[in-house]
């Protein structure tokens, strides 16, 4: 069972302080070459007072204990003291002993000769900037070095949090006996939620604490219990059950998962998850970590015999690993994969992973110097969405190779970039083979106050050695064209406002390229798409991503951006970009089934993002169809946020043929411990909700519960899928229940930042 450590802070700062104040005290005191004293008269003769002495109840004597650290300097007051010639002693209050910024006080303390305990008494109390410790009496042993507290009530302020013990042992060695312990987070008078022992061992040099008889009770109800277990009193790891997950939905039902995590060596650990299913049957995972100076990874993996609604065994497993191979090499792994298309549906929760088409196999190597790079690549895919159709699915790259060079201010002060890629691509019942890139690139950049001038030239090629090819067509096309582009532009300056308190800019941005028709029908299409148009796509010189395409064109880009920012806090209140292209010539290169264009220009894309102080946020993106005189996208978001806890998000999407859908998220506060939250997702075009959850949260100082209802719309079959999540944080302690925090941080824009 893992905790965090709050026992090592009480014992630390509770326990071991004044102990160590004793020991140091007596140590500073006394020579290198001679032993500790063992009684108080010998630790007192240092000093030279009377061997017996009596003061009057309004004196005080105070033992200064310097040494030559001033930071151990031990001060003790009392109001009465008594030193018997035997070695005995007595002080009657107030008795005070400080260090630096710890006390320790009590009303009588004694010292027995006999037996060599020191013992304070009547309303003891420790106190240091962290950590306050009450009890009813305090020993020290100077034979047997055992330190004891009785009846102690601890705070730590840093936490916060406060226990109670009914005793305290610390013996030389530093191993620590608790009993009857108590500890929570929540403030004096409120035990919402407490965690009792009936004994705690803690060993401080093994880093190690052994509970026996744990319970941890909510509301006075305990709901979980521990007859035995052990955790790490320092950042150290160590093996044990973790806090158990539980929820429901409809495709599993009431679901119950029992981690053990497993700390194998510092380098290694394992965590195993069994999973209860009520509609499923066991699901049985397990996760794998390691790291070391040149490797680090996880590796998942998890089983379902016989579900039970399939009959079917279901898997799933994930590897990403990462190694630093020597001589600047690194090697990645990445790869995914489940027994069938449905894994994601019936087994997970959450909407990234459901909405996932296919799954990404990789291992690739790299290797980086001042000049080169490489890249050595093995890419596969598992298609989870059986709606994609064998023609339409990505190819293997089986495998790549990618060499990349770059020499800044070379021959003639000139920039040169050389990019080269050979790649095996095969995909099952379509067109195989292998394609050689080459790019060499030679440019010669001027930027002087503002002012920037890039022309630039390159040649593309790229050649094939095709297999399966179609009847009549060449198993080895090619394509050679230039490039030549000319990029300027330029940044304006100036404040304004009352105080200079805005500097606005204004960035004009202009760019030409030419690259000349090069018939292409020939060749294949293994990874090139014509990406939907984007400020960043609108500045591209090639329209095509990918290397199997480059694309005609005589065109003028122009773009202008202006932004406002704020010169006390340097934050960017408004930006604005407006863009487009005016071609001087048609463009005949197209991917399979598209239509050459003679358009006079792109579409306008205009994008703008405005921070109203601290309320109000707008961003909006739109793309307006010249050719046809409508809007091809457009999105808003808005977003209102006068508080911490009080957020509003309203969002459109449009897509034209493809999707219009509307989003409303929120967060808003009822009163100062009640929050309600909720998404609503909506298909304009489908005429149907999405995605739809709404909860509530209620929080104090110490604890807080999470209560979320969602409703999702399954991507294949258009069914919905309705899930129930209950969280219970116990503050600086742990949660209890099924994640709903992360649902909310993805389903409600900025829920849970600062």
């Not at 090629?461 to 096309?477: A, I, V």
């Not at 330029?490 to 202009?510: D, F, M």
């Not at 090639?542 to 395409?549: E, L």
């Not at 209620?698 to 294949?716: H, L, N, P, Q, S």
Request: overall charge negative; aromatic content about 10%; charged content about 25%.
């Amino acid at each position: 069972m893992q905790m965090r450590s709050c026992w090592q802070a009480i014992v630390c700062a509770a326990i071991i302080v004044p102990l160590n104040a004793v020991e140091t005290a007596q140590a500073q005191t006394t020579p290198a070459t001679q032993a500790p004293p063992r009684t108080m008269e010998e630790a007192c003769q240092i000093f030279e007072p009377a061997p017996a002495q009596t003061a009057d109840d309004d004196a005080l004597e105070v033992v200064e204990l310097t040494g030559s650290d001033t930071t151990d300097v031990v001060e003790m007051t009392s109001g009465d003291a008594s030193i018997s010639g035997t070695g005995d002693a007595k002080f009657t209050g107030p008795i005070e002993l400080r260090s630096g910024n710890r006390t320790l006080t009590a009303g009588n303390a004694s010292f027995e000769s006999a037996t060599g305990n020191f013992t304070v008494t009547d309303e003891v109390t420790f106190r240091d900037p962290q950590t306050r410790v009450n009890g009813d009496a305090a020993s020290y042993n100077t034979v047997t070095g055992q330190f004891s507290f009785k009846e102690a009530e601890f705070e730590l302020q840093g936490v916060p949090a406060r226990g109670t013990a009914s005793e305290i042992n610390v013996n030389r060695s530093g191993t620590l006996e608790l009993k009857k312990v108590t500890y929570t987070t929540c403030p004096v008078g409120n035990n919402a939620w407490m965690l009792r022992a009936g004994e705690i061992e803690i060993d401080q040099a093994r880093g190690m604490g052994t509970a026996r008889h744990a319970r941890l009770a909510f509301k006075g109800v305990p709901f979980l219990y521990w007859p035995y277990f052990t955790y790490p009193v320092t950042n150290e790891r160590k093996s044990g059950l973790l806090i158990p997950e539980f929820g429901t939905s409809d495709p599993r039902g009431f679901e119950l998962a029992a981690p053990y995590y497993w700390n194998i060596a510092p380098q290694y650990d394992a965590t195993f998850v069994p999973r209860y299913m009520s509609k499923r049957g066991v699901q049985l995972g397990s996760e794998f970590r390691y790291l070391t100076e040149r490797n680090d990874g996880i590796l998942w993996g998890d089983y379902l015999p016989d579900d039970d609604k399939t009959g079917e065994d279901r898997w799933r497993y994930l590897v990403v690993a990462q190694s630093m191979l020597g001589r600047g090499w690194r090697a990645t792994a990445d790869a995914e994969g489940v027994s069938d298309s449905d894994y994601f549906q019936d087994l997970t929760n959450g909407q990234a992973s459901t909405s996932q088409t296919n799954l990404e196999r990789s291992v690739f190597a790299e290797w980086y110097n001042l000049n080169w790079s490489v890249l050595l690549r093995y890419q596969g895919y598992q298609i989870v969405d059986d709606a994609i159709q064998p023609d339409e699915r990505p190819y293997q790259r089986a495998p790549q190779l990618a060499v990349d060079g770059v020499w800044k201010d070379g021959l003639l002060g000139l920039d040169y970039r050389l990019t080269t890629d050979a790649t095996f691509f095969y995909r099952k019942e379509s067109v195989n083979g292998l394609r050689l890139h080459l790019l060499p690139e030679v440019s010669l950049p001027f930027e002087r106050n503002g002012f920037y001038l890039t022309p630039k030239a390159a040649l593309f090629h790229s050649q094939y050695q095709l297999d399966d090819q179609t009847p009549g067509s060449p198993d080895n096309p090619d394509v050679t064209a230039p490039l030549l582009s000319l990029d300027t532009g330029l940044v304006l300056e100036r404040t304004a406002g009352s105080g200079q308190r805005w500097l606005v800019t204004l960035e004009p941005r202009a760019q030409y390229v030419y690259i000349p028709f090069e018939e292409q029908a020939d060749l294949p299409v293994f990874d090139t798409i014509l990406p939907d148009l984007t400020l960043v796509q609108l500045f591209r010189r090639n329209r095509f991503i990918g290397y199997d395409r480059i694309g005609d064109t005589n065109q003028v880009t122009l773009g202008l951006t202006s932004r406002f920012l704020d010169t006390s806090t340097g934050k960017e209140r408004l930006t604005a970009t407006l863009g487009g292209t005016q071609f001087l010539s048609g463009r005949d290169v197209v991917l399979p089934g598209d239509l050459p264009t003679k358009k006079n220009s792109s579409d306008y894309i205009a994008e703008i993002g405005v921070n109203l102080y601290r309320n109000w946020n707008v961003d909006a993106a739109y793309q307006w169809n010249t050719d046809e005189h409508e809007t091809t996208r457009a999105e808003a978001r808005l977003q209102w946020r006068p508080g911490q806890t009080t957020i509003m998000n309203l969002g459109y999407r449009f897509r034209r043929d493809r999707l219009e859908q509307a989003d409303v998220s929120f967060s808003v506060p009822a009163g100062d411990r009640w929050n309600f939250v909720g998404r609503y997702s909506y298909s304009l075009r489908e005429d149907e909700p999405l995605d739809r959850f709404l909860g509530i949260e209620y929080e104090t100082c110490c604890w807080g519960i999470r209560m979320v209802a969602r409703r999702e719309i399954k991507r294949d079959s258009g069914q919905t899928n309705n899930s129930f999540s209950i969280q219970l944080e116990l503050k600086n302690f742990s949660s209890v229940g099924n994640s709903a925090d992360s649902l909310l941080e993805r389903g409600i824009l900025g829920y849970g930042e600062n």
